[in-house]
């Protein structure tokens, strides 16, 4: 059974930084591109909205607009992790974030294991 564990959900003020980690199986790791994806809370209705992916090797990656600049993402295969580097968070960054884990893509139905979401809240 796969597994993803995200961590690193905080409340944090605008223009602060923040780290996620989403930890999985080393067969996991080692078979999957890996990707985070959003979901805003006040938007229950709205699909889980991309963030960033990585590739199976680390050697491309790919950021969703609203996020260049700010974001980036990692992965580090002897410990089995993803993580996603959160700077000059706004606001509007607020949702929970989830891992996944999958074909390297920015669609959703391309990932086919997800973590149960980490909960980043950023106040003004």
């Known amino acids: 059974q796969v597994q993803l564990v995200e961590s690193g959900g905080a409340l944090v003020q605008a223009g602060d930084s923040l780290t996620l980690s989403c930890a999985t199986s080393?067969?996991?790791?080692?078979?999957?591109?890996m990707a985070w994806f959003r979901q805003s809370r006040q938007a229950p209705g709205e699909e889980r909205e991309f963030?960033?992916?990585?590739?199976?090797?680390?050697?491309?990656?790919d950021v969703a607009d609203f996020a260049k600049g700010r974001f980036s993402i990692s992965r580090d295969s002897a410990k089995s992790t993803v993580s996603l580097q959160m700077n000059s968070l706004k606001p509007e960054d607020t949702a929970v974030y989830y891992c996944?884990?999958?074909?390297?893509?920015?669609?959703?139905?391309?990932?086919?294991?997800w973590g149960q979401g980490t909960q980043v809240t950023v106040s003004s």
């Open positions: 996944a884990a999958g074909s390297y893509s920015r669609r959703r139905e391309h990932y086919y294991y």
């Open positions: 080393g067969s996991t790791f080692s078979r999957y591109s």
């Open positions: 963030v960033a992916t990585i590739n199976l090797s680390g050697s491309s990656s």
